[in-house]
């Protein structure tokens, strides 16, 4: 069984977090789902419902894969020198790193991103590309995979990212009956970005 953890922190997008989980999560057997943040208890997403951490990020042991959201509160969370070398150390350790929507931003912190292959949500990918210059930022792609370094466009696409991941781990197989038990029409294609071209983030 592999673990999934995902890291909470206040302001946290909540499909980016419930969207990969509901996917990992239709394969129980497969996979178990810890929440993580700063400090566990109730954590408040940016709609406002909470969901609860119960595992403190620096007491939190290496996972099979680290999950790491996106929303409002990461414009916050770049300049929080704590959380960013806890991370470090926990993505370091951790066997994949999934980011999802501007989560990329708080990974992009760490340096763990430098002069590899990512991307973002187009909407706030100028913001997201300021937080790592050394980053490879990949202006249109739904999803990256650079080693063991997977990175999400919006908020939707951390869904079409986690099944990337099933069908990695599982099979295309095992992911696609995901999708089909979610009636999730997944975008199996990393390069088809219909976003990006909405907010002409540059050239591809």
Request: a negative charge; proline letters at 6%; glycine letters at 8%.
């Amino acid at each position: 069984m592999r673990t999934v953890g995902t890291l909470l922190f206040p302001g946290f997008e909540l499909l980016d977090v419930f969207g990969p989980l509901e996917m990992f999560g239709a394969l129980g057997d497969d996979y178990r789902l810890e929440m993580l943040a700063e400090r566990p208890g109730p954590i408040e997403s940016r709609q406002g419902p909470k969901a609860v951490a119960d595992v403190a990020l620096a007491a939190a042991k290496p996972y099979d894969i680290l999950l790491i959201p996106g929303g409002r509160g990461t414009r916050r969370e770049v300049d929080n020198a704590a959380l960013i070398d806890r991370l470090r150390r926990l993505a370091q350790a951790s066997d994949i790193v999934a980011t999802v929507c501007t989560g990329a931003a708080l990974m992009a912190r760490t340096g763990l991103l430098d002069h590899r292959k990512a991307t973002s949500n187009k909407a706030s990918f100028a913001w997201v590309v300021a937080q790592g210059p050394n980053v490879l930022w990949q202006p249109r792609a739904r999803w990256v995979a650079d080693g063991k370094f997977y990175t999400s466009s919006g908020v939707s696409a951390g869904m079409d990212m986690a099944l990337a991941l099933i069908a990695a781990l599982n099979g295309d197989e095992k992911a696609q009956q995901v999708a089909t038990y979610a009636e999730y029409r997944w975008n199996s294609d990393p390069d088809d970005d219909p976003f990006a071209a909405l907010y002409d983030p540059g050239p591809s």
